[in-house]
């Protein structure tokens, strides 16, 4: 049974590699075009999964062309979607994503603002043989469902914040790691220790926020500590949180230290964004285990 369960976004993603991102309203020409999964609980779930776990995930796609593609990518990669709902006569979320010579990347995304945000079809206890729930406020209502459930059954709930969120999300979780841009928004504070310091005096739970090459900085003990990234240069870093939450809760679900955790996850992320090709460059296992 799988182990691990992501729920939220599920998108397709059009990249197009680009000598420069677009900074004027005129016609672009790229360089190459990869239509391949994305979004940030899907993306973590195919981590998860390359990382050596069992995963499942829950999300909802339309009944279009794009859904079916997402769909048989990540049942491909081997998740379960089995809890992934596609909501009738509506569009899938796709997303364009242009990428420069640095490695930097512009995203466009849609999103059906009709398609279901409701729970009632999701099961009321955590399914046989999970042991944790990893979640993104993209689907706030399913994350929250299923971080009750998680609690419930005291297990870890862990949130994938990349933007601002909102309290009651933040309060239902046991370990959150931000974005540097999500940290940002919820704290109003651009220094990002002294933002995730102040985050320890409004939410309970383990706290860490990642800052691209700069490693991350996470709760140790009552106390701040930070692990470097690895040093590489960068190729392609779309998706490269949603590498790291996913390579984050195969190791809390591991029993891994947090300190080692959060290094296991730098690493993983370093590896992603070495190398172009979105979930295809994700690592294994044993890419991991070599560079640490």
């Not at 239509?35 to 995963?55: K, M, P, S």
């Not at 994938?160 to 940002?184: E, K, N, P, Y």
């Not at 300190?259 to 994700?282: D, L, P, Y």
Request: proline content about 4%; charged content about 20%.
């Amino acid at each position: 049974m799988p182990t691990l369960l992501a729920v939220g976004a599920a998108v397709l993603d059009c990249v197009y590699a680009m000598d420069e991102l677009p900074v004027v309203a005129e016609k672009y020409r790229a360089k190459s075009l990869g239509l391949r999964g994305g979004g940030t609980a899907a993306t973590a779930a195919v981590t998860a999964r390359r990382l050596g776990l069992d995963v499942a995930l829950a999300a909802r796609v339309g009944d279009d062309f794009f859904g079916a593609a997402i769909v048989d990518e990540l049942e491909r990669e081997g998740v379960d979607c089995a809890l992934v709902r596609r909501c009738c006569s509506r569009q899938s979320s796709v997303s364009a994503v242009m990428i420069d010579r640095s490695g930097e990347r512009m995203i466009v995304n849609f999103k059906d603002p009709g398609i279901d945000n409701g729970t009632e079809w999701l099961p009321q206890k955590l399914p046989p043989g999970m042991a944790g729930v990893l979640g993104d406020h993209h689907w706030e209502a399913g994350t929250e469902h299923f971080f009750r459930l998680a609690r419930e059954a005291g297990k870890p709930a862990i949130l994938d914040a990349d933007r601002r969120a909102s309290m009651q999300i933040l309060a239902s979780a046991t370990h959150i790691g931000f974005s540097a841009r999500g940290l940002r928004e919820q704290s109003g504070m651009e220094n990002l220790p002294e933002a995730l310091a102040w985050c320890q005096t409004q939410v309970q739970g383990w706290l860490a926020v990642t800052d691209g090459e700069n490693g991350a900085w996470f709760t140790e003990n009552g106390s701040l500590a930070h692990e470097p990234a690895l040093k590489i240069v960068a190729v392609d870093t779309n998706g490269a949180g949603d590498v790291w939450h996913g390579a984050l809760a195969v190791a809390l679900l591991e029993g891994q230290e947090p300190r080692e955790a959060v290094r296991f996850a730098n690493t993983a992320a370093s590896i992603k964004c070495s190398r172009f090709g979105g979930r295809s460059a994700i690592p294994t296992r044993s890419e991991v285990a070599a560079s640490l």
